[in-house]
């Protein structure tokens, strides 16, 4: 009786947790995480591959306030999975966690998912991992002053507008050299003069 009692109740919030109205919405994830953490974190997780993009977003904003512990199960389901919807959704899901708890450093195989986008041929996929790479300060930083000599213009691109964000001596350096880089596509360097010059 208490098990058909308790799965009224998780169906009656998780309702309320697809609720567009916020309060009702935010009261609903808060009891669901406290009472049903690891059916609704599994719930949550199987909706990153849901057409819905309102289901979508909704379940990647509450996964990101599960913090640390939900990043090995978005690991794990980002290099299990062919489907882009899930990959950028899995990508999302990291972003929020490390602006939630403020993160500086990820462990290495959450490193090798955010490798893995940025060489993926998909827009979506390299601007996802360069945004990463952005909210992770300076252990991001190096990995982009890498990227924006990248021949794939958009990887590039992507990479020095991050680095426009968090500019430092070693940036400004890097700056300087691509400037004087005969090989730097010429975009590259109007991105970096524009900036100069405002």
Same mark, same amino acid.
């Given at each position: 009786m208490s098990d058909s009692l308790d799965l009224n109740k998780?169906?009656?919030?998780?309702?309320?947790?697809?609720?567009?109205?916020?309060?009702?919405?935010?009261?609903?994830?808060?009891?669901?995480? *406290?009472?049903?953490?690891i059916k609704f974190? /599994?719930?949550? =997780?199987?909706? $990153?591959? !849901? %057409?819905?993009?309102?289901?979508?977003r909704k379940s990647i904003l509450a996964l990101g306030e599960y913090g640390e512990e939900i990043l090995n199960s978005i690991v794990h389901l980002y290099f299990n999975s062919e489907n882009k919807i899930v990959k950028v959704s899995?990508? *999302?899901?990291?972003?929020?966690?490390?602006? /939630?708890?403020? =993160?500086?450093? $990820?462990? !290495? %195989?959450?490193?090798?998912?955010?490798?893995?986008?940025?060489k993926d041929s998909s827009p979506e996929m390299i601007l996802s991992g360069v945004s990463l790479l952005r909210q992770l300060g300076l252990n991001g930083r190096?990995?982009?002053?890498?990227?924006?000599?990248?021949?794939?213009?958009?990887?590039?691109?992507?990479?020095v507008t991050a680095l426009l964000e968090m500019k430092d001596q070693d940036v400004n350096q890097l700056f300087d050299e691509l400037l004087n880089d005969k090989s730097i596509d010429p975009m590259i360097k109007e991105d970096i003069l524009r900036d100069k010059i405002i």
């Open positions: 998780y169906i009656e919030l998780y309702q309320d947790f697809l609720h567009p109205n916020p309060n009702i919405n935010s009261q609903a994830t808060l009891l669901l995480r *406290k009472e049903f953490r974190k /599994n719930n949550l =997780l199987s909706n $990153l591959k !849901e %057409e819905d993009l309102f289901i979508r899995c990508l *999302k899901t990291i972003i929020k966690v490390i602006v /939630n708890f403020n =993160l500086k450093q $990820l462990n !290495e %195989e959450v490193m090798m998912v955010i490798y893995s986008a940025i190096d990995v982009l002053m890498r990227t924006c000599r990248d021949k794939d213009l958009l990887r590039a691109k992507a990479s």
